[in-house]
Structure formats: structure tokens, C-alpha cells
T-cell receptor, first 115, second 113 residues
Framework: DGGITQSPKYLFRKEGQNVTLSCEQNLNHDAMYWYRQDPGQGLRLIYYSQIVNDFQKGDIAEGYSVSREKKESFPLTVTSAQKNPTAFYLC??????????????FGAGSRLTVL | QQQVKQSPQSLIVQKGGISIINCAYENTAFDYFPWYQQFPGKGPALLIAIRPDVSEKKEGRFTISFNKSAKQFSLHIMDSQPGDSATYFCAATFNNAGNMLTFGGGTRLMVKP
């Protein structure tokens, strides 16, 4: 079955540590995204990538970094510079298209808790 | 700046009742308005979507009503069921936005048996 796999599902981090969240898709989608979900704030875009080896900052990129070395993979690193990293992180993908709107397919999410 | 405002933040409805969630937007360039449904511990999934050339779209028990002049749109869930209990997000985007969606804050719906 095609879909998006995020791992780990739960992650605990001590302050000052970097952590990397994995996102893999087998949908052959060109575009991939990372969103952060906090109660009452909806989904906020962290980073997105429309093509391999290229990515752009979203609305809340500070304290995060990404890479897109393969079409299938878009890992997110939460660095120690992110002041409030405890959140639910969602990875998504879509067919690349410059006009119109396409459906975002989401993974099941990773919940990060800073101890 | 939140360009899509969603209300209420939480909603409790009795089984068989009508659930109504409202969204308002600011950017008149928006031309595609999807709703996503998210069950606990899962990622959101597309539920239904509308373009501003129609005032209403219905899919089963789910209906989107769209008011272009008021820049508002709403989701109606008829005959609400306990299985509808989830968080609902409205969103908006525009042509050539490259699939970039602006999401509302979400509504947590609970349907009581």
C-alpha cells in the first residue's frame, strides 16, 4: 500500500539535544512538507520541498533543518535552537503542480516531548 | 498572521444532530477550500473541498456551504455519529500557490451517543 511512514511515533528529548524525525513516502510524489501541530493553532508549515535537493522555509522554520537527498525521504531535524519543540509533527506529500490545488497526503505523525 | 479563522475550537453534539463548523478567510485570492478530518493519533485526511464558483457541495452527510461575499465557508455534518468524533481543519489556497495550504486552527468535535 502506498503511503507516508513517519518514525518514531513518540520521541523524548532532553533540552539541548538535536533530534531527527524520519519521513518516507512511496507515493512517487514530488513535493513533501513538514507541519507542526499545536492545540488551537492548526497546522503550521515548517519546511517544504518541491524537488530533490531543493527546499524552502515555511512560516516557522527557525530552529529546524531539513534535507531532501532522495525523492522518497524528507527528514526533519529539531535543533537545540528551537525554544519550544514539544509538539506533534506531521509530514505530508503531494503531486507537484504549479497551478490548482492537490490533495495533501499526511503521515500518522511523530509526537516529540522535551523533558 | 492567521489568514483563516475557524470556530468553534470545540463542539459537542448529540448523536443524530447537526454539527456546524465555521471558517472565515481574509485573502480574496483564495480559490480552493478543503476540509481535513483528523482522528486521534493519526494524520489529517481530505474530507471534502469546494471552489468559490459554487455555493454548496454535498458528499453524503457532509456539506460545505460557501459565501464568497462574506468570505466565509462552513462544514455541516448531518445526522452526526460517534464515529465522526475527530478534529476538523478548514484550509484555503489559491492558484499557483504550489499546493501551499493555509489551515484554520481546528475544531475538536465530540458526538455523544
Amino acid at each position: 500500500d502506498g503511503g507516508i511512514t513517519q518514525s518514531p511515533k513518540y520521541l523524548f528529548r532532553k533540552e539541548g539535544q538535536n533530534v531527527t524525525l524520519s519521513c518516507e513516502q512511496n507515493l512517487n510524489h514530488d513535493a513533501m512538507y513538514w507541519y507542526r501541530q499545536d492545540p488551537g493553532q492548526g497546522l503550521r508549515l515548517i519546511y517544504y520541498s518541491q524537488i530533490v535537493n531543493d527546499f524552502q522555509k515555511g512560516d516557522i522554520a527557525e530552529g529546524y533543518s531539513v534535507s531532501r537527498e532522495k525523492k522518497e525521504s524528507f527528514p526533519l531535524t529539531v535543533t537545540s535552537a528551537q525554544k519550544n519543540p514539544t509538539a506533534f509533527y506531521l509530514c505530508a506529500s503531494s503531486i507537484r503542480q504549479f497551478s490548482g490545488a492537490n490533495v495533501l497526503t499526511f503521515g500518522a505523525g511523530s509526537r516529540l516531548t522535551v523533558l | 498572521q492567521q489568514q483563516v479563522k475557524q470556530s468553534p475550537q470545540s463542539l459537542i453534539v448529540q448523536k443524530g444532530g447537526i454539527s456546524i463548523i465555521n471558517c472565515a478567510y481574509e485573502n480574496t485570492a483564495f480559490d480552493y477550500f478543503p476540509w481535513y478530518q483528523q482522528f486521534p493519533g493519526k494524520g489529517p485526511a481530505l474530507l471534502i473541498a469546494i471552489r468559490p464558483d459554487v455555493s454548496e457541495k454535498k458528499e453524503g452527510r457532509f456539506t460545505i456551504s460557501f459565501n464568497k461575499s462574506a468570505k466565509q465557508f462552513s462544514l455541516h455534518i448531518m445526522d452526526s455519529q460517534p464515529g465522526d468524533s475527530a478534529t476538523y481543519f478548514c484550509a484555503a489556497t489559491f492558484n499557483n500557490a504550489g499546493n501551499m495550504l493555509t489551515f484554520g486552527g481546528g475544531t475538536r468535535l465530540m458526538v455523544k451517543p
